[in-house]
Nanobody, 122 residues
Framework: QVQLVESGGGLVQAGDSLRLSCAAS????????MGWFRQAPGKEREFVGT????????YYLDSVKGRFIISRDNAKNTVYLQMNSLKPEDTAVYYC???????????????WGQGTQVTVSS
């Protein structure tokens, strides 16, 4: 069992930066690939980016490539999402997830955090 707790959300202006953190419980953090997802009002949850267990591979949603960076610290059981050049369309509840990669590097989430709100004003 893994429990995930996100933090770092807030209200920022367009062009600002924000870093989200996701702290995981347990001693098996390094066994999981980690992902960030988001859900805007009235929309389905969407993939933002994922990182492999070792941190050697990352995948990003096209619209955040070059702006968002995922990193992880296995010693601290924490994964981060650095968000730069934020846009109003990035407004959403952001969730982290622990899981694994399947066929065609598709990420399967086994555990979810409770989410943290990010609001970007224009």
């Amino acid at each position: 069992q893994v429990q995930l707790v996100e933090s770092g959300g807030g209200l920022v202006q367009a062009g600002d930066s924000l870093r989200l953190s996701c702290a995981a419980s347990g001693r098996t953090f390094s066994r999981y690939a980690m992902g960030w997802f988001r859900q805007a009002p009235g929309k389905e949850r969407e993939f933002v980016g994922t990182m492999s267990r070792s941190g050697g591979s990352t995948y990003y949603l096209d619209s955040v490539k070059g702006r968002f960076i995922i990193s992880r610290d296995n010693a601290k059981n924490t994964v981060y999402l650095q968000m730069n050049s934020l846009k109003p369309e990035d407004t959403a509840v952001y969730y982290c997830a622990a899981g694994s990669y399947g066929v065609a590097s598709a990420f399967r989430a086994d555990y979810w955090g409770q989410g943290t709100q990010v609001t970007v004003s224009s």
